[in-house]
């Protein structure tokens, strides 16, 4: 095999794999997010945060929260932030 086949198989593999990583963190960017969301909110109020959904249009420029609920830490009422 020459050095120009093993130069382009190998370019040929590195594009496949960026491209399927590409597919990869667009197809499950909301979830993604959501998740991050999350458990960062949870870390830093001290306290549960969910989320229902989380939808993302980055062509559009645009997002949107869905069922965002902070719940109130130990020692509080059962009500919660929604």
């Not at 095999?1 to 491209?19: D, G, P, S």
């Not at 499950?28 to 969910?50: F, H, P, Q």
């Not at 965002?68 to 130990?74: C, G, R, T």
Request: hydrophobic share 45%.
């Amino acid at each position: 095999m020459t050095i120009h086949k093993k130069v382009f198989i190998t370019i040929a593999v590195v594009l496949v794999l960026l491209i399927s990583d590409i597919y990869f963190v667009f197809s499950y960017m909301d979830a993604l997010v959501e998740t991050a969301i999350e458990t960062a909110g949870s870390s830093k109020l001290g306290t549960n945060a969910r989320m229902d959904s989380v939808g993302l249009d980055l062509l559009g420029g645009s997002e949107s929260t869905y069922g965002f609920s902070i719940y109130n830490p130990a020692g509080f009422a059962a009500c919660r932030y929604r």
